[in-house]
């Protein structure tokens, strides 16, 4: 490995957290479904690593798992939001407040 | 006779006297109701049965003693409850004065009683209060005593609401129910604390002085005192007197029954079934013959005023009640007996008696019962006649006897006091009495009813056969009653053999004969002052019909309203029941419970609302809440 792990382990941390401060500061749907997806790919970087760390496919195997769960939370999660901008009008994760007391 | 078939004979004749009463109330309140003639035949031969039984008991009551059968009833831990029967002199004298006035006061209802609608209830009724009675006075032990102790009160209950469409006699059935229950409360509570310090409740037990030695003279005298309080609910003692001449609601043959030998005669023979245990507390002896003493006087004075028939003998009840409690109080015992059994004879005879008129004439007033001729009815006239004799203690009537006896035991006490008292009352009491009768004897004028009419209330016309029938029906119970009243009081020293003397010397102990030959003469002489003035005031031709206490207006006043004692209790229950207790309980209510409540509720909602306010509804909070979590939880699982 010419990279040392910790440093791909960094790399995959801060893409996580990039993708989790875009979940939570956008307000804009699709931005959330795409910080998500990114959060994803934090993960799956940090599987590949540890797989080429410990020399076993599984890692790798895990994450063509990840990216086919990604595709389908894309359409899935864009379905939804395309149902729930048409209910409300807006693509807006703050207005759907409807079950606030 | 064999002493193992006499056993078996008196358990069976002591089941016959007690049960029948009972059957006959179930059999006419489940089947008989229906037919009023065979629910009064069931009653009458159920109380003939008594009458028989106890006579047979009395008779063949051998000479070894009391004896007592006891079954097991309850055991708890070391308490054994029995039940059976006691039969001694004091049990059985009750008994057979009991089973016979029921007797004669049933026979006597079915005239007065005629096409009543309730007559089976009556009888039911009837039954139950004698059935109780009876078994009251063989109970062996405490318990089974107050168990028809209870019993009794429930059924005066009933039968004093008999004409339950009537307001106050509901009102006069709670008013005794509910101030003989405050009795009850004490007399459950002594025998509670009996219970707690002997262990055991049997009255054999009870009445012998070295059982009760264990308890400290202090204990006893509570006691004695708590159990007293029965007696003063029950007998109407002062200061729960007010329930029985209110009680006159009632049917008068019911009057009869209650106020001779059953409910107010149970506090009385409660005192003499207990007497030598309550003797052992001079203190509270005393304390009885005050309240004996105060009621004897309260009660007589408020019977000189009364114009209802049936009040005056109320109150007369309740003064030779208190004069009962007197003589027990005095210490004498056989004083006491003697004088509930003539006062039961007495009372029951006057009462039926008034009962002829308050039939015919449908009025309690004495002056109109006068003034439409109630002295037509010549035997009760005569049975009235006699029994105001004998409860004025007039020489050859029974009643003579046993005031006597009483006023020698009053005077026995050191304090003269009570003596003076007892001769108070032998004042008043002919002058009550007497003014009754010569009253109805001497009516100033007949009122001028028709002849016709006259001919149909007069009982010796036949042209009224059915009437008739009805009459005498009423008025043989009288005429065998009359010849008690005279005849008892000549039996005065076998009786005293028979109650005190013989093998069960513990009841009480004979009394030294020591007769006062003064107090013959002095209280002769009020009796003679008492008859005198009512002979002046309302018998004599041009009589004034008013008494001397009825013409002083704030005496008149005081008497008729009872000494005001029903509006103390008025007063009392205003302020301490319902301005106190229920007040108390109200806000008690509204402001502890209620309160408690609300503010329950209030804080579970306010509560709600502030952790509410950690639901922002944000899609996003909630994400950032569950990493941080799972970040902390992170941290917390690597650095442990």
């Known amino acids: ?101 | 006779m064999v002493p193992t078939f006499s056993h078996d004979f008196m358990l069976f004749a002591a089941l016959s006297a007690t049960l029948p009463p009972f059957l006959s109330f179930a059999v006419i309140v489940v089947f008989a109701r229906p037919y009023p003639r065979l629910s009064a035949g069931l009653s009458i031969t159920a109380v003939s049965l008594s009458v028989v039984s106890a006579v047979l008991l009395l008779l063949f009551q051998g000479p070894e003693g009391p004896h007592s059968y006891m079954g097991t009833w309850l055991v708890s831990g070391s308490t054994r409850i029995p039940f059976g029967f006691l039969l001694d002199p004091t049990s059985l004298f009750m008994l057979i004065i009991v089973a016979v006035v029921a007797l004669l006061v049933q026979v006597y209802s079915l005239g007065y009683m005629e096409g009543d609608p309730g007559f089976s209830r009556y009888y039911a009724f009837q039954s139950l209060f004698a059935g109780a009675m009876l078994s009251l006075s063989l109970s062996p032990s405490m318990v089974q005593l107050y168990v028809f102790w209870e019993l009794v009160g429930l059924s005066s209950y009933l039968l004093i609401g008999f004409w339950y469409e009537k307001f106050s006699a509901t009102e006069a059935g709670k008013k005794a129910f509910v101030m003989t229950r405050l009795g009850d409360i004490c007399l459950f509570l002594g025998i509670l604390l009996v219970l707690l310090n002997l262990g055991n409740l049997n009255i054999q037990d009870l009445n012998d002085p070295s059982v009760v030695g264990r308890m400290s003279p202090g204990l006893v005298t509570f006691c004695a005192l708590l159990i007293f309080g029965g007696i003063v609910g029950k007998s109407a003692q002062f200061p729960l007197l007010t329930w029985l001449p209110d009680a006159m609601e009632g049917p008068t043959p019911v009057s009869a029954l209650l106020h001779s030998a059953t409910m107010v005669a149970a506090g009385a023979f409660l005192f003499a079934r207990l007497f030598p245990f309550m003797s052992q507390s001079p203190a509270a002896m005393t304390v009885f013959l005050t309240i004996g003493t105060v009621t004897m006087v309260l009660a007589a004075t408020m019977a000189v005023v009364d114009r209802d028939i049936k009040k005056v003998w109320a109150y007369s009840t309740v003064s030779q009640l208190g004069f009962i409690i007197m003589g027990l109080g005095a210490g004498s015992y056989f004083a006491g007996i003697f004088h509930l059994s003539t006062h039961a004879a007495f009372k029951a005879l006057l009462f039926l008696c008034s009962g002829v008129w308050i039939h015919y004439y449908e009025t309690n007033d004495m002056f109109q019962i006068a003034a439409r001729g109630g002295r037509q009815f010549k035997i009760p006239m005569i049975g009235m006649l006699l029994a105001a004799a004998s409860l004025s203690g007039v020489p050859p009537l029974s009643g003579f006897f046993s005031k006597e006896t009483i006023l020698d035991a009053l005077a026995k006490c050191h304090n003269p006091l009570w003596l003076t008292a007892g001769l108070v009352g032998a004042f008043f009491t002919p002058y009550y009495a007497f003014r009754a009768v010569f009253s109805i004897l001497f009516p100033r004028k007949i009122e001028d009813v028709r002849s016709a009419d006259k001919q149909h209330l007069s009982p010796s016309t036949a042209a009224n056969q059915q009437h008739e029938g009805t009459y005498w029906v009423m008025a043989v119970p009288l005429l065998i009653l009359a010849c008690i009243v005279v005849g008892l009081g000549f039996f005065k020293t076998s009786l005293e053999d028979f109650l005190v003397g013989g093998p069960t010397t513990s009841v009480g102990g004979p009394i030294p004969q020591r007769q006062h030959e003064w107090l013959f003469y002095v209280s002769m002489l009020f009796v003679l002052c008492g008859l005198g003035l009512a002979w002046f005031e309302f018998g004599r031709r041009d009589a004034s019909r008013i008494g001397i206490f009825e013409k002083i207006a704030p005496l008149k006043a005081l008497f008729a309203n009872r000494w005001y004692l029903d509006d103390f209790y008025r007063l009392l229950l205003k302020v301490v029941v319902y301005r106190t207790f229920a007040n108390l309980t109200i806000r008690n209510d509204h402001q502890v419970i209620d309160g408690g409540i609300d503010a329950f509720c209030r804080v579970t909602v306010d509560a709600g609302r502030v952790l509410s306010r950690l639901q922002s509804g944000l899609v996003r909070h909630n994400v950032l809440l569950v990493f941080m979590v799972l970040a902390l939880l992170a941290l917390w699982f690597y650095f442990l």
């Open chain 1, 1 to 101: 490995m010419i990279v040392p792990y910790s440093h791909v382990l960094i790399l995959a941390a801060v893409i996580f957290f990039l993708g989790l401060v875009c979940v939570i500061a956008r307000r804009n749907l699709i931005m959330t479904l795409i910080g998500i997806e990114v959060m994803m790919n934090g993960a799956a970087i940090a599987f590949i690593a540890s797989g080429l760390r410990w020399h076993q496919l599984e890692g790798q195997a895990f994450v063509l798992f990840i990216i086919g769960v990604a595709a389908v939370e894309v359409s899935v999660g864009l379905a939804i939001i395309i149902g729930a901008y048409r209910r409300s009008g807006s693509a807006d994760a703050d207005t759907y407040n409807s079950l606030k007391w």
